[in-house]
């Protein structure tokens, strides 16, 4: 099956700062990907996603980058926030969705 | 504001008794997943729906069957529970098959 790794599986950060949350993917045909969020007892929540024809895309705080010629994905999160402390997983898809085991970010007040 | 509604948050069963998770969205979605999600794995996929009465196989379907009867409402049946089924479901559905999943809160199951 597809492999679709986070770097670190933990990550903290001081409110205000930025993260950066990374993932590696092993299909360079898959063409489509989603970052989740899913805080302590509830389900994945869509965060933004990029399709393979783009290697930026920004939403509100949140700025996910593709590098296809190492097949990574980031997720930048601008001035962090307690609200913000949750496990990520990207998600990659191609005929279906692979998804990744997660980066649990914490925020420091 | 879209919806998938998982009607069992937390449910706990024996070892052989026959499990139940519904699931249904209100978003007129074509396609309907299973997944469940175990730590160090990330969310694996059962099943999945792309049409009524419509099934096909995950990753991982041994164990487990579904239903699809109406379009708005997805089960998954677990025929005889065991210890190793112990673990977080997710249902989830999306308009297109490539598109954005939509998930629900989530069934934490416990096999004793």
């Known amino acids: 099956g597809e492999s679709v790794g986070l770097h670190l599986p933990t990550l903290s950060v001081q409110e205000g700062d930025n993260s950066i949350i990374n993932c590696a993917y092993s299909?360079?045909?898959?063409?489509?990907f989603i970052w989740y969020k899913q805080e302590s007892g509830k389900g994945p929540q869509f965060i933004i996603d990029?399709?393979?024809?783009?290697d930026k895309r920004q939403g509100q705080r949140v700025t996910v980058l593709l590098n296809k010629t190492v097949k990574h994905l980031s997720l930048q999160i601008a001035a962090t926030q307690p609200g913000d402390s949750a496990v990520y997983f990207c998600a990659e898809n191609i005929n279906q969705f692979y998804f990744g085991t997660g980066t649990s970010l914490t925020v420091i007040p | 504001d879209v919806k998938v509604t998982q009607s069992s948050r937390y449910l706990v069963k024996r070892t052989g008794e026959k499990v139940f998770l519904e699931c249904v969205q209100d978003m007129d979605h074509e396609n309907m997943f299973w997944y469940r999600q175990d730590p160090g794995l990330g969310l694996r996929l059962i099943y999945f729906s792309y049409d009524v009465k419509m099934k096909e196989k995950g990753d991982i379907p041994e164990g487990y069957s579904v239903s699809r009867e109406k379009k708005e409402r997805f089960s998954l049946i677990l025929e005889s529970a065991s210890t190793n089924q112990t673990s977080m479901y997710l249902c989830?559905?999306?308009?297109?098959?490539?598109?954005?999943?939509?998930f629900g809160e989530g069934s934490r199951l416990t096999v004793l």
């Open positions: 989830a559905s999306s308009f297109d098959y490539t598109g954005e999943l939509f």
């Open positions: 990029i399709r393979s024809n783009m």
């Open positions: 299909n360079s045909a898959s063409d489509y």
